[in-house]
């Protein structure tokens, strides 16, 4: 099989949540720890860091993986979904996974693979496995997929675990409360085993700080012990400086972030405590920190976080696609002076529009799509519900012709925002 024929293999025959959602997620580690197995536990090979929580884990994922890059270690990146091509869900020192590692794993191992039948990612985390140990990494970063403790990833031990934070996201398979979200999010806590909390939440405080105790794994907020601030004066650049108050040690340290979102704020405030618990333990210093920060693009190859597409009218992507985050999103661009708003906008079938629609401004002109993909919401039907909440606009079959209509229709001082779904950001980068 060549590249093309490998990746239909895997897209028809294994099931994707990215594709079919719910019927894709397997509510055990069976297959996991058979393949893991079966390639001799490959993880045991190197250092591992875990992250998991609801929005900016992927962020975070990214910006921990330039650090320790800069810091000098051969770093490997586990992340998903991907947004064009799969191999961007591996990466070795922000290379991706060469086509000819992916076509020749799944050739050589397709007899495993019909005898366990793993889901999509159940086999694309073993491949990462396997794939960081043959490339002799120091250090590799793996962002869980759904949840935490039936995730694919969470059969490693790290040096650290991260939750970043608990939102209202797959709730019908995590649960309907934030508190249980926040359980099978907590199953990545291990004993003994450093635990940073991104984000301190009152419903989901003291379930981690419980866990944490039973496991015996000290536990660390991130938000009480750093403040990040943002300037706005450099948004237009997609650049943004930040300000970080280190509350312990009564400093500040400043530099500047790529990743234009106000999210990243507590985005790096995350990623601070994570530097102060692995420091002495991976030997980073502080100019490995502020360069990963600055390189965190350059290094990992991040797209699609308050994305500029263009600057005559400003086109944004963002993969904000839940409540928390899309909050984030509208907020910011409510900041931002416009001549007119476009909001090119599309969802997958199973989300709760409910928890959504509402935030959306009723001043500015819709564009309702839906991305390539079997889960994306109909057009038609996205722009009925957006209706009964002052939302009006035309449909469009592609989010490219949803954008090209937004951007024809934009003055040159106007906004266009282009998101709803990782799979429409994917669909216009």
């Known amino acids: 099989m060549n590249y093309t024929q490998t990746l239909e293999f895997l897209f ?28 001799g536990h490959p993880h045991l090979n190197y250092r591992t860091i875990h992250i998991a929580g609801t929005n900016g884990k992927g962020s975070v994922s990214h910006l921990i993986a330039s650090v320790l890059q800069e810091a000098g270690y051969r770093t490997g990146l586990f992340t998903s979904p991907h947004l064009k091509d799969f191999r961007e869900r591996i990466r070795v020192n922000g290379k991706m996974i060469p086509k000819g ?69 797959h709730m019908d398979l995590l649960g309907d ?6 359980v099978e999010k907590a199953g990545i806590i291990k004993r003994n085993v450093p635990l940073v909390i991104g984000e301190t939440q009152q419903a989901t405080r003291d379930i981690f700080t419980a866990r944490a105790i039973e496991m015996d794994s000290e536990i660390f907020f991130a938000d009480t012990g750093f403040i990040c601030s943002l300037e706005d004066s450099v948004t237009m650049t997609g650049k943004r400086r930040y300000i970080l108050k280190d509350l312990k040690e009564e400093r500040e340290i400043s530099g500047v972030i790529p990743l234009g979102g106000d999210c990243q704020a507590k985005n790096l405030q995350t990623l601070f405590q994570v530097y102060k618990c692995l ?12 360069e990963g920060i600055k390189n965190v693009i350059i290094n990992t190859g991040l797209q699609g976080r308050w994305q500029i597409l263009k600057r005559k009218p400003l086109v944004i992507c963002d993969t904000g696609h839940n409540r928390e985050g899309l909050e984030y999103v509208i907020r910011q661009i409510g900041r931002i002076p416009a001549g007119s708003l476009h909001f ?33 919401l109909d057009e038609g039907i996205l722009q009925k519900v957006a209706a009964g909440y002052g939302l009006t606009g035309e449909c469009y079959s592609s989010v490219k012709k949803a954008v090209d209509a937004a951007v024809s229709d934009a003055s040159p001082d106007g906004l266009v925002f282009v998101g709803g779904s990782t799979f429409i950001v994917a669909d216009v980068i």
């Open 12 to 39: 028809s025959s294994l099931p994707a949540y990215h594709r079919i959602g719910k019927a894709a997620y397997k509510d055990n580690l069976d297959n996991t720890l058979a393949l893991d197995i079966y390639f």
């Open 344 to 376: 090119v906008i599309g969802f997958v079938s199973d989300k709760d529009l409910s928890l959504i629609l509402p935030l959306f401004p009723k001043d500015a002109k819709y564009y309702f799509t839906k991305a390539s993909v079997q889960r994306a």
């Open 101 to 169: 590692e992916v076509t020749t794993f799944i050739g050589k191992n397709k007899g495993i693979i019909e005898s366990v039948s793993p889901s999509f990612f159940e086999m694309t985390a073993a491949l990462a496995f396997d794939y960081f140990a043959r490339e002799k990494v120091d250090v590799a970063v793996f962002e869980a997929g759904l949840g935490g403790r039936l995730d694919s990833t969470n059969i490693i031990t790290p040096v650290i675990s991260v939750i970043t934070n608990i939102g209202h996201d």
């Open 177 to 182: 409360s934030l508190e249980k979200i926040a």
């Open 279 to 290: 420091k002495n333990t991976l030997k980073l210093s502080e100019t490995d920190l502020i």
